[in-house]
C-alpha cells in the first residue's frame, strides 16, 4: 500500500502562484508514476499532471499547460505542483494519485491505484 497527503492548497488571487506537494509513504519502492488530477464544482475530475518515475517525463493538461509544472523530490518521496497565473477557472480540488504499473496512458483515472484525500485551492477574479 501507498498512503497519499496533499498539502499547500489555499484561497488565492487570479494571477498569483500556489505550490501543492504530495507526500508519499508506505510502499513507494513499488511507484512507477505520480499524478494530479482535480474536480471542480459541478465538473468531473480531469488530469492535470503526471511524471513517470523511470524517464521523468511530465505531462500536462492542455489547460494548465505552460503555467502548470509538476516536479519529483527523491529523498523526500515528494511530488510537487507549482501553479502559475492562476486562474478562477483552477479552482477546484486538487487530487494527488500513484500508479504501481507502466503504462504510457498516464492521463486517464483508471489507471491509478492510490489516491490522496485532496486539497482545496480557489483562485478569485
Known amino acids: 500500500q501507498v498512503q497519499l497527503v496533499e498539502s499547500g492548497g489555499g484561497l488565492v488571487q487570479a494571477g498569483d502562484s500556489l505550490r501543492l506537494s504530495c507526500a508519499a509513504s508506505?510502499?513507494?519502492?513499488?511507484?512507477?508514476?505520480m499524478a494530479w488530477f482535480r474536480q471542480g464544482p459541478g465538473k468531473e475530475r480531469e488530469f492535470v499532471a503526471a511524471i513517470t518515475w523511470n524517464t521523468n517525463s511530465t505531462y500536462y493538461g492542455d489547460s494548465v499547460k505552460g503555467r502548470f509544472t509538476i516536479s519529483r523530490d527523491n529523498a523526500k518521496n515528494t511530488v510537487n505542483l507549482e501553479m502559475n497565473s492562476l486562474k478562477p477557472e483552477d479552482t477546484a480540488v486538487y487530487y494527488c494519485?500513484?500508479?504501481?504499473?507502466?503504462?504510457?496512458?498516464?492521463?486517464?483515472?483508471?489507471?491509478?491505484?492510490?489516491w490522496g484525500q485532496g486539497t482545496q485551492v480557489t483562485v478569485s477574479s
Open positions: 508506505g510502499r513507494t519502492f513499488t511507484v512507477e508514476g
Open positions: 494519485a500513484a500508479r504501481w504499473r507502466p503504462t504510457l496512458i498516464v492521463r486517464s483515472r483508471s489507471v491509478y491505484d492510490y
